[in-house]
C-alpha cells in the first residue's frame, strides 16, 4: 500500500474509532439514567417494535448503507419517555442490522452501533432544550409546544446521522463526503421528516387506549410509507444499474477504438492498457476525487495515442531514430487524436487531455506549449505515466530500461517536461505500478543488453569534419565496387557475388559482420542467404519475420536503419561474444520487382555507423540488388549450386608474383606472424571449383586468397599460427561435399599444405616452399615464377609435417 492509501486507511480507522467512542459513552449515559430512574419501564414495549421494524430496512443504492423505518418509533420514544430509553433503544436496533446484515468488519458493527446512539443522544438535547417540557408520560403538552422542537429533534438527528455516514463513506473511499451526502442522502431526508412529523401527531393525540393501541392505529400508515419508500429506491437502483451497463459498454467501445491503434502500433503493444492502470493510479494518489475528472482520465488513457491512426506505418513502427521530418510528422498524432475525438460528445473532458499529453511543465511541449498549471491535469498525470511505461518497454531501436533507470529519467525531466507534484507523487507509487504491470516479459533478445539512456556521438564522425583524403578514398572504393559488379558474369554465384560486396562494405563502414538477407515470401521471413565477418558461421541459418527486428522492418518499409540495435536482429545466439555487436547499419536490396532482399552491417561500437556511410551504401544498392536478384535465380533454378561460375575476388599467378616480388620480402609485411595455406587438386574441375567455395567460406576477410593456376589455390593468412592453419583445413574438408574424399585422407583429391613463420621460415617464398613442400607430390604448381627451390623435408625448420 501506498503513502495515500495507507494514510487515507489511517484516518477512516482513527473516524470510526472516535465515532464509536462518543457513541459508547452516550451510551453509558444512557443505561446510568436509566438505572437512577429505576422501574417502572412502561417503554420497553416501543423498544420491541422498533427492533422488530429495524428488521425491514431500504438499500442505499450505490452505497454501503441502509435506512429504517424504526426512526418513528425512536421518535415517539424520545418524545414520551424522554432521552435515555430512545438512546437505549437506537443502539440495539444499530446492532440489530449490523447482525441481520451479518456484518463481519468489526469496524463496520461498532460504527453501526455507535453513530445512531451518537446521534440520538444530541438530538435530544437539542429538543428538551428548545421545548422547555419533560417527557410526555410525565404531563401533557400541545402540538404549539412540541411542534418545532421536534422538527429542530428531526433535523439535528438527520444531519448528524447523514453526516457521519456520508463523512465514512467519503474517508474510506477517498471521495468527497458533500457530493456523496447530497447525491444519496438529501433525498431520504422527508423519510425522517414524515416519521417526527407521525410521532408528534401520535403522542399528543393519544387516547385511552395507551402507546401501542395508537402504534397500531397508525400501523397501515407506516407500512404504506415504507412499501412507497422501498418502491422508490428499487428504480433508483434500477436506473444506476442501467446506467452502470450503458457506461460499461460505452468504455467497451472506447477500448475497441483504442486496441485498434494498438494492432496498429507494432512497438507498443499493450502499452495504452498499462497507462491506463498507471494514471489511475497515480490520480488516486495525487488526490484527484472529482468522478467526471477520472472517468476522463480512464477514457483518455485509453485514446491518448489514436491520432497515431494518421501516422504511415513506417514512422510509426521504425527502428532507429526519426529524422527531422520524420519527428515532426510523428507529433501530429496528439492534436490529430484530439480532432478526431472531439467529433464524439464525450460526458468527460477527454478531448483536451488528449491534445495536451505532450505538453511540457516549462512550455517546451506540443501542440500548443502551455505551461505549468494551464495543462489539464489528466495531461500532466497521462505524460508522466506514458513516458515510464514507454523507457520500461521494448522499442526497436533500444531495449527496455529497467525500472531504476527509467524512474531516473522521469525524475531527471522533474520541473522541466513534468509536474513537479506529479513526479512525486508518482515516485512514491512506483513500486506498487510495478507489481501490478501488465507487461510482456523481457525477451531473452535483449537480456544482455546494456542500453544507453542518451544518444553519443562519436567525436570526429561529422560529415563536415571528416578528412577530404578519407572521402576521396571512399568514394573512389564505391566506384571500384560499382565497376566490379558490373564486370560479374550472369553465372556469377551467389558466394561469389556477396563476397565481392562483403570485401567492399567491411572497408568503407566500421563493420566486422556482414549478412544479406533474402526475403522469403512463401514463410513471411527474411533469411541469411550470405554471412561474412565475425561470428559468420553462427547466423547462417537466422531468420527474422518480416516486419520485426531491424532487418525485417527494412525488408517491408523499404527504407534504410542507421545505428538501431543489433540485439534486435541477432538475439541470443550471439550472447557471451567479445566485443557484442552494438549497432546496426541495414539497406534495402531494392529490385524492379520489389525489394529482394537486405544487406545489414553489424558493428561492436555503438553508434558506429556516419550518415554519410549509409548515403553510400544506398547509391550502389540497387547494382547490388541487380547482381544479388540474379545470383538468387541462378540459386532457385539448380544452376548456381552453390558453386561459384567465376571467382574475381581470386587473384591470378601474375597477381601473387607481383606481391612477392623480391625473394626476401619480409613477413613482417603482413603483421606478426604469417601462415601460407596451399592447395592443388588432382581430381576433376568440380572438386576444384567445390574446393574454392570451401577455401571463400573457411578463411578471413583479412586473408588473401590467389589462384596460380586452374588447379591450385594459395592463401596468405596474416597473424595465423599453426592452429589456425589447422582450423582453416578442419573447415575445408566438413564443407566438401559427401561423394569427395576430404583432406587430410591419401585417397582425397584435394592436396593441402600449410606453413606459418617463424619456425618454416622468414621470407614469404621461403613459406610458400614450405607449404608446397607438404602438398606431398614433386609438381609444385603453385606461385613462384620460376622453378620452385630444392625439396625441404617436411618438419625440417621446425613446422608440422602436414600431408594431405
Known amino acids: 500500500m501506498t503513502e495515500a492509501p495507507r494514510r487515507r486507511s489511517g484516518l477512516h480507522r482513527a473516524y470510526v474509532a472516535t465515532v464509536f467512542v462518543l457513541g459508547l459513552a452516550a451510551l453509558v449515559n444512557a443505561l446510568h439514567t436509566l438505572q437512577v430512574a429505576g422501574p417502572p419501564y412502561h417503554w420497553v414495549g416501543l423498544a420491541l417494535v422498533t427492533l422488530a421494524t429495524g428488521i425491514f430496512t431500504i438499500k442505499v443504492p450505490a452505497l454501503n448503507a441502509v435506512l429504517s423505518i424504526s426512526e418513528t418509533f425512536v421518535f415517539i420514544t424520545l418524545l414520551m419517555f424522554g432521552s435515555a430509553p430512545a438512546v437505549v433503544i437506537v443502539a440495539l436496533d444499530g446492532l440489530t442490522i449490523s447482525l441481520i446484515r451479518r456484518r463481519r468488519d468489526v469496524r463496520h458493527a461498532a460504527f453501526n452501533f455507535a453513530e445512531p446512539t451518537l446521534s440520538v443522544w444530541v438530538a435530544s438535547r437539542v429538543y428538551f432544550a428548545l421545548a422547555g417540557v419533560g417527557p410526555l408520560s410525565q404531563g401533557p403538552a400541545t402540538i404549539a409546544q412540541i411542534g418545532l422542537p421536534a422538527l429542530a429533534l428531526c433535523a439535528v438527528y438527520f444531519l448528524m446521522n447523514s453526516g457521519l455516514n456520508a463523512l465514512a463513506m467519503a474517508s474510506e ?32 393525540n393519544m387516547g385511552s387506549g395507551g402507546v401501542l393501541s395508537s402504534v397500531l392505529a397508525i400501523a397501515p400508515l407506516i407500512i404504506v410509507s415504507y412499501v412507497t419508500f422501498k418502491a422508490s429506491m428499487g428504480r433508483l437502483e434500477d436506473e444506476n444499474r442501467h446506467l452502470g451497463e450503458v457506461n460499461r459498454l460505452y468504455l467497451k ?40 475528472q477520472l472517468r476522463a482520465i480512464e ?98 531501436y533500444r531495449r527496455a530500461l529497467s525500472p531504476e533507470q527509467a524512474t531516473a529519467i522521469v525524475r531527471e525531466w522533474r520541473g522541466t517536461m513534468y509536474d513537479p507534484v506529479v513526479v512525486d507523487a508518482f515516485e512514491t507509487i512506483r513500486a506498487e505500478i510495478e507489481a501490478a504491470t501488465v507487461d510482456e516479459p523481457l525477451p531473452e533478445v535483449l537480456d544482455r543488453f546494456t542500453y544507453a539512456a542518451r544518444e553519443v556521438r562519436r567525436p570526429g564522425h561529422d560529415a563536415d569534419t571528416l578528412p577530404l583524403e578519407l572521402r576521396l578514398s ?69 531468420r527474422i519475420p518480416l516486419g520485426h527486428g531491424v532487418s525485417g522492418w527494412v525488408a517491408v ?30 539497406v534495402p536490396l531494392l529490385h524492379s ?81 604469417l601462415g601460407v595455406l596451399c592447395i592443388r587438386n588432382e581430381g576433376d574441375a568440380s572438386v576444384m571449383a567445390h574446393a574454392t ?3 571463400s567460406q573457411a578463411t578471413r576477410i583479412a586473408d588473401l586468397i590467389f589462384r596460380p593456376s586452374d588447379d591450385s589455390l594459395v592463401v596468405l593468412m596474416p597473424d595465423s599460427d599453426a592452429s589456425a592453419g589447422q582450423m582453416v583445413v578442419d573447415r575445408i574438408a566438413s564443407v566438401m561435399p559427401p561423394d569427395v574424399v576430404p583432406p587430410p585422407s591419401p585417397s582425397s583429391p584435394l592436396r593441402i599444405g600449410f606453413a606459418c613463420s617463424p619456425n ?25 615464377s620460376e622453378p620452385a627451390a630444392a625439396a625441404v623435408t617436411p618438419g625440417s625448420q621446425g613446422g608440422p609435417p602436414w600431408r594431405a
Open 173 to 204: 473511499s477517498g471521495s468527497s463526503p458533500f457530493p456523496l451526502w447530497r447525491k444519496y442522502f438529501l433525498s431520504v431526508s422527508l423519510n425522517y421528516f414524515g416519521g417526527v412529523s407521525i410521532a408528534v401527531l401520535l403522542v399528543v
Open 253 to 292: 467501445v472506447v477500448e475497441t477504438l483504442a486496441m485498434a491503434v494498438d494492432a496498429k502500433d507494432q512497438v507498443t503493444h499493450g502499452h495504452i492498457r498499462r497507462v491506463q492502470t498507471f494514471a489511475l493510479r497515480l490520480a488516486n494518489a495525487i488526490g484527484v476525487t472529482d468522478a467526471i
Open 299 to 396: 477514457a483518455a488513457a485509453l485514446l491518448h495515442d489514436m491520432g497515431k491512426l494518421a501516422i504511415p506505418e513506417h514512422i510509426l513502427n521504425k527502428p532507429g531514430k526519426l529524422t527531422d521530418d520524420e519527428y515532426e510528422r510523428m507529433k501530429l498524432h496528439a492534436p490529430l487524436g484530439a480532432d478526431m475525438l472531439s467529433a464524439v460528445d464525450f460526458p468527460y473532458p477527454v478531448v483536451p487531455i488528449v491534445r495536451h499529453h505532450h505538453e511540457n511543465w516549462d512550455g517546451t511541449g506540443y501542440p500548443d506549449k502551455l505551461r505549468g498549471e494551464a495543462i489539464p491535469i489528466g495531461a500532466r498525470i497521462l505524460s508522466v505515466v506514458d513516458c515510464y511505461d514507454a523507457l520500461r518497454s521494448h522499442r526497436p
Open 474 to 542: 571512399a568514394t573512389d572504393m564505391l566506384l571500384r565496387l560499382y565497376e566490379h559488379l558490373s564486370a560479374l558474369g550472369p553465372e556469377a554465384g551467389l558466394e561469389v557475388t556477396c563476397e565481392a560486396v562483403s570485401r567492399y562494405l567491411l572497408r568503407l563502414a566500421p563493420a566486422s559482420l556482414v549478412l544479406f538477407y533474402r526475403r522469403d515470401e512463401a514463410t513471411d521471413q527474411v533469411a541469411v542467404a550470405y554471412a561474412s565477418g565475425f561470428c559468420e558461421a553462427l547466423v547462417q541459418d537466422l
Open 557 to 586: 518499409n523499404g527504407r534504410s536503419v542507421i545505428n538501431a540495435d543489433s540485439a534486435l536482429d541477432l538475439g541470443p545466439r550471439l550472447d557471451g561474444i567479445d566485443p557484442p555487436f552494438r549497432s546496426v547499419l541495414s
Open 593 to 673: 520487382r520489389g525489394t529482394v532482399g537486405v544487406v545489414t552491417l553489424y558493428a561492436s561500437q555503438p553508434q558506429a555507423f556516419r550518415e554519410e556511410q549509409r548515403q553510400a551504401i544506398e547509391l550502389v544498392s540497387g547494382a547490388v540488388a541487380e547482381a544479388f536478384a540474379r545470383a538468387l535465380q541462378l540459386r532457385e533454378t539448380g544452376v548456381d549450386s552453390g558453386l561459384p561460375g567465376r571467382v574475381p575476388s581470386v587473384s591470378n599467378r601474375h597477381a601473387l608474383d607481383g606481391l612477392l616480388g623480391k625473394d626476401t620480402r619480409s613477413v613482417g609485411e603482413f603483421g606478426r606472424s
Open 693 to 695: 567455395t570451401a577455401v
Open 760 to 784: 618454416d621460415g622468414d621470407s614469404v617464398r621461403q613459406l610458400l616452399q614450405a607449404a608446397q613442400e607438404r602438398l606431398g607430390s614433386a609438381q609444385s604448381g603453385v606461385g613462384a
